[in-house]
């Protein structure tokens, strides 16, 4: 059955993350996919919710969860001190620290959403998490928001396990080493490989079995990417058995992306989008990488048309 509305969090407030002119991971990124849905057919069909404040969270202390406490506190140093980076591909600005924090929020509310209703619910947030290290930042990435997610998810209610599907073009590395040794936590990812950042071979498989990674080659298409699904994820979530599934959405494997080589089309997410909806409709999408704004918010709106019609 099919929701009536589709929760979709998002804050003007992660606009304020700035990356300086050049950076691919620009503000623009949200607003091209905010237009595209405020233009839709059926946009009266998204529950647009702003983040819960950070101010009502212990957020500090769920960041903390993998993130050591040093490198939280370097992030608000380097904010509170007007700006800089934590490497040369991460900038940090005034703002950045608190964006950051606000993101977690928002990733967190999505758990609560999907927990609740049983239905998909999409995270438009930035900055993204899924290379940040426990103590460093990297690759655009402050804070590992779907890492985070996860283990907060554990704290809920009835979930017991959950996984997380990273079809992000570059590995997560850092979500990996946030749930290695986690055997209530399964992280799946497909990605280009050789590429940054490097990791993500076939054979790192996790301390408890409960990683699959799936290179894919330079100029993988929606074929290479339907038979690791049905042959691979399908049956590896089938077996984990888990209450939540988060998926780290980065749409950089598009054609069109700047960053990558790769060759989905945007229609091709709505496809990995109905395959996830057949395992399970509790699922939180959450906003990872896309660079070209028009292949970016065609591949969100593919995916949230699949979400209202499933």
Not at 201 to 209: F, I, N, P, V
Request: hydrophobic share 40%.
């Amino acid at each position: 059955m099919h929701p009536e509305k589709l929760p979709f969090i998002y804050s003007d407030t992660f606009l304020e993350h700035k990356t300086g002119s050049f950076h691919p991971e620009q503000p623009g990124r949200l607003t091209a996919i905010v237009e595209a849905l405020r233009h839709s057919s059926w946009q009266d069909r998204l529950e647009w919710c702003e983040p819960t404040p950070v101010s009502q969270r212990n957020i500090e202390q769920e960041v903390q969860r993998f993130h050591a406490p040093e490198y939280v506190a370097r992030v608000k140093n380097i904010s509170e001190s007007g700006g800089g980076s934590i490497d040369a591909d991460t900038p940090v600005s005034p703002m950045t620290y608190d964006v950051a924090l606000l993101a977690v929020s928002a990733w967190l509310d999505g758990v609560d959403r999907a927990i609740d209703s049983g239905q998909p619910v999409f995270v438009a947030a930035r900055p993204p998490g899924h290379h940040a290290l426990a103590r460093r930042g990297m690759g655009f990435c402050i804070f590992s928001n779907a890492a985070i997610a996860a283990l907060y998810a554990l704290d809920q209610p009835g979930i017991d396990r959950v996984a997380i599907l990273d079809w992000d073009v570059h590995h997560g590395n850092g979500t990996q080493e946030a749930v290695w040794e986690n055997e209530r936590i399964a992280y799946i990812s497909t990605h280009q490989s050789p590429f940054y950042p490097g990791t993500g071979w076939s054979q790192e498989t996790g301390g408890q079995g409960n990683i699959l990674n799936l290179p894919l080659l330079a100029n993988s298409s929606i074929v290479e990417y339907r038979a690791v699904f049905e042959q691979k994820i399908l049956p590896f979530l089938a077996k984990f058995q888990s209450d939540l599934l988060i998926v780290s959405a980065g749409f950089d494997a598009n054609r069109d992306d700047p960053l990558a080589s790769m060759c989905l089309l945007p229609e091709d997410y709505g496809t990995l989008t109905e395959m996830c909806l057949s395992h399970t409709r509790k699922i939180v999408f959450g906003l990872e990488g896309g660079y070209d704004f028009d292949s970016l918010s065609e591949s969100v709106l593919a995916v949230v048309e699949k979400c209202l019609a499933a």
